[in-house]
C-alpha cells in the first residue's frame, strides 16, 4: 500500500470510527462545527457516498414538494389550506404530474438548464450563456423568468435583465425557486452559493427577488454541514443585509417561531399583519395574489422551522400556508432532503418519486437519475475551485465564514397608488393619462384571429410628448413581454402616455385592461 492510499485508509477509518451526532458522516458533530466558525480551520470531511445521498435528497425533495401542491398553487391567496382538507398524494402522483401539466414544474427544469450549461461549459460558464439557454428554451415561464426571457432575446446583458428599471417583476419569486442548483453544487460553500446567485440570479431578479435566491441557495449550502435546521436557516440569513426587507422579514419569522414555538399558524398571521403587502409584481398590486420572494420565503421558513426535521409535517405546513404553495413545499423539500439525504426521505413520498426517476422533465434531455450524477460531479469540481480536496472516497472541504451579500433595493421610494380601470383594444394607439411618478400599463400584443401567423408589434412610448423607448411586441406568448410600457422615477405629477404602434397592421392589436400607478408617498385610506 502506498503513502497515498494509507492515507485513504485512515482517513476514511477516521471517519468511521467519529462518534458523533450522525455516526460515520461527519469528523465532528455540530457543535464543533460552531466552534471551528470561532476559529478552528480544521476542513469538514464527508464521505462521498453521504454527498451524494444529500444531494439526491435535494433534487427528490424538490421534484416530490412541487408535485405535492400541484393542486393547490396560488388557489389559496391569503388564507392557508384548513386542516379537515387533505391534499392529494398517491404512489403514482409524481409520473402523472409529469405527464399532465409539465409546466408544473418550471422550478425544477430551469434548475436543469443551469445545470446543463455548467456542463458544456464548466464552472466558468459566463452569465449571458446562463441567459441565453433559458431564454432560447421552448418551455413556458411567468412573471421574472419571462421578462428576463423577454429581456435576454432584446439583448439587455445579464447583468442588467432583472434590475427593476426593466423588470416589473424584479421582487418575485423567481430566481428562489430555482436557486436550489446554486446550493446542491456547493455543499458547506455558502459564499459559492452566494457567487453562483450573483452571476445567475440578477437575469431574472433584482432586491428582494434576488435575495430569496441567495437565502435558498445558502440554505442548501448550509444543509450538507448541519444537522439543525434552526441553525441552517440562521446561518443562511447571514448572507442577507440586514437593512432589507427580506432580512427583517425573515428575521420576525424565526423571532414569531421562537414565542410561538407550537403554533404555526399564530406565526402564519404574523407575517400576513406585516408583510402580506405587494409592492411591485403589477398582477399582485391591490390583488390577493402575492408571488412576491420574501413572503413565500416567511411560508417556507415557516415549514421548515415549524416542522422540527420532519419530511411530511414540513410538506404540510409549507404547502398549507397558500400562495405559491407548490415552490414553496419544493424549497422546504429540497433543503430538509438536502439535510437528512435521500435514504431518509419516507417511503410514503420516495415511492412515487422513484417511478419517474427515469423520465426526462420538459423540454430538457435530463431526467433525475441523470442530475443526480451531473449535480455530483459539479459539487466536486466546485468543491475543488474552493480549495477543497477530492480524494478516492471522501472530499474535504474548507470551512468559511458566510459573508453577506451587497444591499440593493427594488422600487425603492415608489408606493402603489391606484390601479385605474383602462379596457382598451386598438391596432393604432393605448394612450391615457396619470397624476405620479410612475406607471405599469398591463396587457400584451395579439393576432386579431388565428388566420394571421404570430408577429411582433412595433410601438414607441411616447410620454409628455417626448419618445422614451421603442419596444417590440411579440404575439406569441411564450415570448411575449409581460406588460406593455412602464416608467418609474417620473417627475411628480401629472403624465401623458401613448403607445403608439409604428405601421400598424388591422391583423395584429394591443389589449390592456389596467394600468397601475406609483407616487412617492404612502397612500392612506
Not at 401539466?101 to 427544469?109: A, E, K, Q
Not at 404574523?270 to 395574489?289: D, H, M, N, T, Y
Not at 412515487?352 to 469540481?381: D, G, I, M, P, R
Amino acid at each position: 500500500m502506498d503513502i497515498f492510499k494509507k492515507f485513504q485508509f485512515f482517513g476514511i477509518l477516521a471517519i468511521l470510527i467519529s462518534g458523533f451526532a450522525i455516526s460515520g458522516f461527519y469528523t465532528f458533530s455540530d457543535a464543533e462545527y460552531s466552534r471551528s466558525e470561532k476559529g478552528n480551520s480544521r476542513p469538514l470531511t464527508i464521505s462521498k457516498a453521504l454527498l451524494k445521498d444529500k444531494i439526491k435528497g435535494g433534487w427528490a425533495g424538490q421534484t416530490i414538494g412541487v408535485t405535492f401542491g400541484w393542486p393547490t398553487e396560488f388557489l389559496y391567496r391569503g388564507t392557508f389550506i384548513q386542516d379537515y382538507q387533505k391534499i392529494v398524494w398517491h404512489d403514482d402522483y409524481v409520473t402523472e404530474a409529469m405527464h399532465v401539466f409539465p409546466g408544473l414544474f418550471d422550478d425544477v427544469y430551469m434548475d436543469l438548464t443551469f445545470v446543463d450549461v455548467y456542463e458544456r461549459y464548466g464552472l466558468s460558464a459566463p452569465a449571458d450563456s446562463f441567459a441565453l439557454a433559458y431564454a432560447r428554451s421552448g418551455y413556458e415561464l411567468w412573471h421574472a423568468n419571462q421578462a428576463g426571457r423577454y429581456n435576454t432575446l432584446h439583448g439587455i446583458p445579464a447583468a442588467k435583465s432583472g434590475h427593476w428599471l426593466n423588470n416589473p417583476h424584479a421582487d418575485d419569486i423567481d430566481f428562489q425557486i430555482e436557486s436550489d442548483f446554486a446550493g446542491l453544487m456547493s455543499p458547506g460553500m455558502p459564499n459559492s452559493a452566494s457567487a453562483i446567485s450573483d452571476k445567475i440570479g440578477h437575469i431574472m431578479n433584482y432586491g428582494d427577488g434576488w435575495y430569496g435566491g441567495v437565502f435558498v441557495s445558502n440554505m442548501y449550502a448550509q444543509a450538507f454541514v448541519n444537522t439543525n435546521i434552526n441553525e441552517v436557516v440562521e446561518e443562511a440569513l447571514k448572507a442577507i443585509p440586514k437593512q432589507s426587507k427580506f432580512y427583517q422579514c425573515i428575521a420576525d419569522v424565526i423571532r414569531w417561531h421562537k414565542k410561538y414555538p407550537r403554533d404555526w399558524k399564530q406565526t402564519w398571521f404574523e407575517i400576513q399583519k406585516k408583510w402580506a403587502e405587494e409592492r411591485g409584481c403589477p398582477e399582485g398590486v391591490f390583488q390577493p395574489l402575492n408571488i412576491d420572494a420574501k413572503l413565500n420565503a416567511a411560508y417556507v421558513v415557516l415549514g421548515l422551522l415549524y416542522g422540527e426535521g420532519d419530511f411530511t409535517k414540513t410538506m404540510e405546513i409549507s404547502t398549507r400556508a397558500g400562495q405559491d404553495s407548490d415552490c414553496n413545499p419544493s424549497t422546504a423539500g429540497g433543503i430538509l432532503g438536502t439535510m437528512i439525504g435521500y435514504d431518509k426521505i419516507p417511503a410514503y413520498w420516495l415511492t412515487a418519486l422513484q417511478k419517474a426517476e427515469n423520465t426526462n422533465f420538459s423540454f430538457t434531455n435530463l431526467s433525475l437519475n441523470k442530475v443526480y450524477e451531473l449535480s455530483f460531479k459539479h459539487a466536486l469540481l466546485n468543491i475543488e475551485a474552493n480549495h477543497g480536496k477530492v480524494h478516492d472516497m471522501f472530499v474535504e472541504i474548507p470551512k468559511e465564514l458566510v459573508r453577506t451579500v451587497a444591499f440593493e433595493e427594488s422600487f425603492a421610494g415608489h408606493y402603489p397608488k391606484e390601479t385605474v380601470a383602462f379596457k382598451k383594444v386598438s391596432s393604432e394607439k393605448l394612450e391615457f393619462t396619470f397624476d405620479g411618478i410612475g406607471f405599469v400599463l398591463k396587457g400584451h400584443a395579439r393576432r386579431q384571429n388565428s388566420s394571421v401567423p404570430d408577429s411582433s408589434i412595433k410601438a414607441e412610448l411616447i410620454i409628455d410628448g417626448q419618445k422614451m423607448e421603442e419596444i417590440d411586441l411579440p404575439t406569441k406568448p411564450a415570448i411575449r413581454r409581460t406588460d406593455l410600457c412602464w416608467r418609474y422615477g417620473l417627475s411628480k405629477g401629472k403624465h401623458r402616455v401613448k403607445l403608439q404602434i409604428l405601421g400598424p397592421d388591422s391583423g395584429y392589436e394591443l389589449v390592456s385592461n389596467d394600468f397601475l400607478v406609483y407616487d412617492n408617498i404612502v397612500i392612506s385610506r
